[in-house]
């Protein structure tokens, strides 16, 4: 009998001793890719450090947002007090879309008609924010007061919906202001509109960024609406033009991007030096388990084997590994989104020479990992949020400021000629720096006149 339990102790001994093994050799496999791929990066001049990337904190009195938080109670009321505003680009067919100024009523149910007396009575009512958001407006710096520190182990976003919410109300007034005849007041919040966009650029985050592309859609519209009406002067096509220039979309969300690169490796950091910011981490990703249902992604184990077997097994073992496979993650589309933004998006589905993931293939094919990488990648498992679409959403952003500033171009040429030019080449250099550019083909925009009509397409 002794003799047994000798050996059953020698064999649970030997065991312990390959398993032990087993994780150092991991480690070690882990670390040395891991290291091998943040130096290859670094050579290339990727930028991974959070410190270096995180903006620049402005003066309150500098702050745009600053502004808008002392709005947020007021802001939500009325803009939901305002949701019977008029279609801003209802289209009617392709290139055509109702010009909302030629509207007496509308509906957005097809039951309840909605009229300009009550819209502009709620726009009344709301005189004194508009005037804050002009004001707002005119401030040099944006920050919406992420701790970038605390990154993914403890994030924190900022009320961003004011944002919206603001730009959502100033695109009201414009229409309201078109509707009125009053071309000056629909100059002047349709500017202050464009600014507030364009003063999103240093908000290094990626919804931060689709917000902003939810406000520039409001923009965009209002822009178009208020290209419908006659008697703009030259000045201020010009001061439209000049505010939309600065919106750049493309290098903005690329920024974003490597900003969350950057903010993944720190949250790698965190967790591999404190257990108690670990077991945070776990903890928001059981009771995000118990609200989804495991929509978003679960952990390969629970209770007593996730604490206590688990996760020391994973420290030691498997966390270089799994921080790997998650910068892989991030290199991949940030190559792809550098591909889209230099070639076009047709460029991601026609080329056969796009960015490939060098670690862990199965996340680039869809691929269900098995047992064993579903316990080392304990994170990098996780559904990737950040897709194509999200690609797709920014070049399309984009081409629509190209077109802006291409029609901003084209009626300036048009107030001073007495004609349309007869292609986009005439515009340059005196009203557009260079041909606008489609993100979406990756060539020149696209200009064709319509003689018959007296118009053009873009």
């Known amino acids: 009998m002794k003799r047994w339990c000798k050996r059953l102790a020698y064999l649970a001994a030997g065991l312990a001793l390959l398993l032990v093994l087993l994780a150092l050799a991991e480690r070690i496999r882990g670390e040395w890719a891991l290291g091998a791929r943040l130096k290859a990066l670094a050579v290339k001049g990727e ?48 290139g055509r879309a109702v010009v909302v100024a030629k509207l007496d009523e509308w509906s957005h149910d097809g039951e309840s008609t909605n009229d300009w007396q009550e819209f502009g009575l709620g726009l009344e009512q709301a005189r004194d924010i ?28 900022a009320p961003i919906a004011e944002v919206k919410r603001s730009c959502q109300l100033l695109s009201g007034s414009v229409l309201y202001a078109l509707k009125q005849g009053n071309l000056d007041a629909a100059h002047k919040d349709l500017s202050a509109l464009v600014a507030l966009i364009a003063k999103q650029t240093p908000e290094p985050l990626i919804i931060c960024q689709l917000v902003r592309y939810a406000c520039a859609a409001f923009a965009f519209n209002a822009t178009w609406q208020a290209l419908q009406a006659d008697g703009w002067s030259d000045a201020q096509l010009a001061s439209l033009g000049a505010a939309w ?54 952990l390969p184990t629970q209770g007593i084997i996730l604490n206590w077997l688990h996760l020391p097994i994973w420290r030691v073992a498997w966390v270089a ?11 991949f589309m940030i190559e792809r989104e550098r591909l889209a933004r230099t070639n076009g998006w047709a460029a991601l589905t026609t080329t056969r020479d796009g960015p490939k993931l060098n670690w862990r293939p199965s996340f680039e094919s869809g691929e269900k990992p098995g047992w064993y990488d579903r316990l080392r990648f304990l994170f990098a498992n996780e559904n990737f949020s950040i897709t194509d679409s999200v690609i797709r959403r920014t070049l399309e952003v984009q081409t629509q400021q190209q077109m802006v500033l291409a029609v901003l171009g084209i009626q300036r ?46």
């Open 47 to 94: 930028e991974l450090s959070l410190t270096k990337l995180k903006p620049k904190r402005p003066a309150p009195d500098q702050n745009v947002f600053t502004e808008l938080l002392l709005l947020t109670n007021r802001l939500a009321v009325t803009v939901s007090n305002l949701d019977i505003a008029p279609p801003s680009l209802r289209l009617t067919s392709p």
């Open 413 to 458: 040429f048009r107030l001073r000629t007495g004609r349309l030019p007869a292609q986009l080449s005439e515009l340059v250099p005196e009203y557009l720096a260079a041909l606008p550019h489609d993100f979406m083909s990756g060539r020149a925009l696209l200009y064709r006149l319509r003689p018959g009509a007296g118009d053009f397409l873009l």
């Open 321 to 331: 590994q799994d921080e790997l496979a998650s910068l892989e993650q991030w290199q």
């Open 130 to 157: 508009l005037a804050s958001l002009e004001s707002a407006a005119q401030k040099p710096a944006y920050d919406g007061g992420i701790d970038y520190e605390k990154g993914f182990v403890d994030f924190q976003l």
């Open 245 to 298: 220039q600065p919106c750049d979309f493309v290098k903005d969300m690329a920024f974003a991007m490597e900003m969350e690169r950057a903010m993944t490796l720190d949250f790698y950091a965190q967790i591999r030096d404190s257990r108690r910011k670990l077991d945070h981490i776990i903890q928001q990703h059981q009771k995000t388990q118990e609200i989804t249902d495991g929509a978003l992604g679960a």
